[in-house]
């Protein structure tokens, strides 16, 4: 089965700092993945996402993710943050030809001003 | 224009009651979800709905109880209804069947059971 491994729970940065979030998968075969943000109080954000072509993808605000398929992750970079990226972030799969996409327990940003 | 819509927007009831939730896309999508958002941010989904026909029923209690109308509607019944069953609740849609895209979530809705 599908399953998607965030490894942090919570990180506090400070702004300006760089940000790079992990996210594993388990899944052999040819996959979708997401990363999607939630801003406090509010639903579920895309920032982008790969289906293939170039592993490294380039997503809004700033955002972008790499695409590794030998290690199965799919980690989430920006080089300086800010206040406003404090959110929650999931990463997400969906695989094979299944219709479902799963998330990732989510990692809680935290950026000190 | 919303995309996603659901309502109401919040939703605070007694344990034993029935209550449902409402779900509309405009999106023109053939597959809506159902995912439930636990207190520690944990996103597990409930249901699938292609062009009305339920496809994937992960092991929810059966007091769920989705039904599609059409296709641009998924709505979310829950019977007698327990403290655990407190959450958000978010609606979402994709286009496509099979290989899910990217899903469009609508603005959730929180349920809190006292």
């Known amino acids: 089965a599908q399953s998607v491994s965030q490894h942090n729970h919570h990180v506090i940065l400070s702004e300006a700092a760089s940000l790079e979030l992990g996210c594993n998968y388990s899944y052999g075969g040819t996959v979708n993945l997401f990363w999607y943000v939630q801003y406090p109080g509010q639903h579920l954000q895309l920032l982008l996402k790969y289906f293939s072509g170039d592993p490294l993808v380039k997503g809004i605000k700033g955002f972008e993710a790499e695409f590794i398929k030998s290690k199965f992750s799919f980690n989430l970079r920006k080089p300086s943050v800010q206040w406003s990226d404090t959110a929650e972030y999931f990463c997400?799969?969906?695989?094979?030809?299944?219709?479902?996409?799963?998330f990732g327990k989510g990692t809680r940003l935290h950026i000190l001003p | 224009d919303t995309a996603v819509s659901q309502t109401p927007k919040y939703l605070v009831t007694q344990m034993g009651n029935d209550k449902s939730i409402k779900c509309e896309q405009n999106l023109g999508h053939d597959t809506m979800y159902w995912y439930k958002q636990d207190s520690k941010k944990f996103l597990k989904i409930m249901f699938s709905y292609n062009n009305k026909e339920l496809i994937i029923n992960e092991t929810v209690p059966n007091r769920f109880s989705p039904k599609s109308p059409d296709k641009a509607h998924l709505n979310l019944h829950i019977n007698s209804l327990e403290l655990g069953d407190s959450a958000v609740y978010f609606c979402?849609?994709?286009?496509?069947?099979?290989?899910?895209?990217?899903?469009?979530f609508g603005q959730g809705t929180r349920l809190t059971v006292v």
């Open positions: 979402a849609s994709s286009p496509l069947r099979t290989r899910a895209t990217e899903a469009f």
């Open positions: 997400a799969v969906n695989a094979g030809r299944d219709d479902k996409i799963i």
